[in-house]
């Protein structure tokens, strides 16, 4: 009995025999196609010879749909614009491969290798890329809607302009030293996501998802962040300069130190928020909940504030010069030391608020609110007006109230501006204390006029004594 010898094709790795057609071919050099090549098989053979004309036929024609090169080594090929429609890529090594325009719609790339592959124009919608290796790929202008990309490797890649459109399948993705500037990720579900010091500059992330993202050091300047979801993330060293910031949720967010110099916090929510020191100068914070927000030591001038929630918020040093807080709510608010200097107050509710030592010089307090308020060591003297303000049951101990500058009557006494003031409620205090000064006399004089009554009916006694004492010594 003879026996077979075999040789193994390079082509497709298989075992073929010697004297068999495919033998020759491949005992000559294994150059010329087979009669029984697969569509692997001259897929393989003719990226290994570089013959891309060829493969681009081929590819034009479809004949490479539903390819299986799975484990295939194809790092640093040309597939430039090849149709690799429904093909089984898993697990291939694309490290450096030229992707450019390939058609990898709908395919499964899961584990798949494409560190610093070039992936411009390519169409990867409904790709599977699931814990893929894409770092350093250029992504460039990519449409990646409804790609699977939970727990892709995307660090330092480039995904300038990229389409992520709500795409909900981003968990867990490493962006760390990507390039997103100016990618739309509007309403993208990225709980979790890693974005250290990710260039986010102009991002649309308009409604996205972001619970527990770490955005640690990320640039976020002039990005679009109207309405998304940033509660319980990273955004320490963020830079949030010029952000849309509208209606943003950043409930106990820990920021301090915050960069948002005119962000745009519009309805935002961020309650129990720490922005201590944070730079707010110039932010609209419009209607913006910040119920017992951390403010202590921040730079709120010229900040708008109009009918925001500051209730309980702690605003100790805080810079409120020329701010607008009309309508806003302060009640129980901590402002001691804080600069409110020509603040607008008109019809802010300031309840029980703290305001020991605050600098109110030409605030507005125009029908504001201040009943039970602490106004210990504060200066009012050249508050700009205090018309309509309510000032019931202050608390001002060492306080200057008297208003020697109020716009209604400039250069009059004190007393003259209390009469112009009567529509006011600080005329209450003077009576209030007249009031008291009256009890307190009356108090005196009746203490008086009961000694004095004691004294008159203890005399006639003593002189009773004495005479009876008198008469004994005369026995």
């Not at 209030?432 to 008086?448: G, I, L, T, Y």
Request: charged share 30%; hydrophobic share 35%.
């Amino acid at each position: 009995m003879k026996t077979q010898k075999y040789i193994i094709n390079p082509t497709s790795g298989r075992k073929v025999l010697a004297k068999g057609r495919v033998g020759k071919q491949v005992l000559k050099g294994g150059t010329e196609p087979c009669e029984d090549e697969t569509q692997a098989e001259n897929f393989m053979r003719l990226v290994n010879e570089g013959n891309y004309a060829q493969l681009k036929a081929n590819s034009d024609k479809k004949k490479y749909h539903d390819i299986v090169l799975s484990n295939k080594d194809l790092s640093g090929k040309n597939l430039s614009e090849i149709d690799l429609t429904r093909a089984k890529l898993q697990r291939v090594d694309l490290t450096g491969a030229n992707l450019q325009g390939a058609k990898l719609q709908r395919l499964d790339l899961r584990g798949t290798i494409l560190q610093d592959a070039d992936l411009r124009e390519a169409n990867l919608q409904g790709t599977i890329l699931q814990a893929a290796n894409l770092r350093g790929a250029n992504l460039r202008g990519v449409n990646l809607q409804g790609t699977i990309l939970h727990g892709a490797n995307l660090r330092g890649a480039n995904l300038t302009n990229a389409d992520l459109r709500a795409n909900k399948n981003l968990e867990n993705v490493y962006f760390d030293d990507a390039d997103l500037t100016n990618a739309d990720l509007t309403n993208a579900y990225l709980q979790a996501a890693y974005f250290i010091r990710t260039n986010l500059k102009g991002a649309d992330l308009q409604g996205a998802y972001l619970q527990d993202a770490d955005l640690y050091k990320a640039n976020l300047e002039n990005t679009k962040l109207r309405g998304a979801d940033l509660r319980d993330a990273n955004l320490r060293g963020t830079d949030l300069r010029g952000a849309d910031l509208q209606g943003v949720k950043l409930r106990k967010i820990i920021i301090p130190n915050q960069n948002l110099y005119k962000a745009n916090l519009q309805d935002a929510d961020l309650q129990e928020a720490n922005l201590d020191n944070a730079n707010l100068r110039g932010a609209n914070l419009r209607g913006a909940n910040l119920y017992k927000t951390n403010l202590r030591g921040a730079d709120l001038r010229r900040a708008d504030l109009r009918k925001a929630n500051l209730r309980k918020a702690n605003l100790e040093g805080a810079k409120l010069h020329k701010a607008d807080l009309r309508e806003a709510d302060l009640k129980e608010v901590y402002l001691r030391d804080a600069n409110l200097k020509g603040a607008d107050l008109r019809e802010a509710v300031l309840t029980k608020a703290n305001l020991t030592y605050a600098k109110l010089k030409d605030a507005d307090l125009r029908n504001a609110d201040f009943r039970e308020a602490v106004l210990t060591g504060v200066n009012l003297q050249n508050a700009r007006s205090v018309e309509g303000a309510k000032f019931d049951e202050l608390i001002m101990h060492d306080s200057e109230y008297l208003m020697s500058r109020a716009n209604l009557a400039p250069g009059l006494p004190a007393r003259e501006q209390f009469k112009e003031l009567q529509d006011g409620r600080l005329v209450r205090i003077q009576q209030r204390q007249q009031n008291q000064q009256r009890q307190q006399s009356q108090q005196r004089q009746q203490s008086q006029q009961n000694q004095n009554v004691l004294s008159q009916v203890s005399t006639p006694r003593l002189c009773r004594s004495n005479q009876q004492g008198g008469s004994k010594n005369k026995k």
